[in-house]
């Protein structure tokens, strides 16, 4: 069982930087994957990075890619996402989730543990 809380979002002009963080419970994190989606009121929650359990491999959403990186600190059993040059329609509420395996990193279905979520508001 892991428990996910995500921090850090908030409100930010358009061109500004958040780093988000999600901070895992449980003795395993270092083997499970991990990403961040997001959700706009009304739409499907949407793929915006994932990370392997190792850090090795990374993988976008064309939308955020060269704008956004997601790292980990298995030590602190925590991933971030830093959001570079944000513009209002990454307005949203972002969520972390982690699962042990993974084969389609793009895919909701394909993580079991999520958190609750952090609003961003990117302004114009």
């Known amino acids: 069982q892991v428990q996910l809380v995500e921090s850090g979002g908030g409100l930010v002009q358009a061109g500004g930087s958040l780093r988000l963080s999600c901070a895992a419970s449980?003795?395993?994190?270092?083997?499970?994957?991990m990403c961040w989606f997001l959700q706009v009121p009304g739409t499907e929650r949407e793929f915006v990075a994932a990370?392997?359990?190792?850090?090795?491999?990374?993988y976008y959403a064309d939308s955020v890619k060269g704008r956004f990186t997601i790292s980990r600190d298995n030590a602190k059993n925590t991933v971030y996402l830093q959001m570079n040059s944000l513009k209002p329609e990454d307005t949203a509420v972002y969520y972390c989730?982690?699962?042990?395996?993974?084969?389609?990193?793009?895919?909701?279905?394909?993580?079991?543990?999520w958190g609750q979520g952090t609003q961003v508001t990117v302004s114009s």
């Open positions: 449980g003795r395993t994190f270092s083997s499970y994957a």
């Open positions: 989730a982690a699962s042990d395996i993974v084969v389609s990193p793009r895919r909701r279905e394909e993580y079991d543990y």
């Open positions: 990370i392997s359990w190792s850090g090795g491999s990374t």
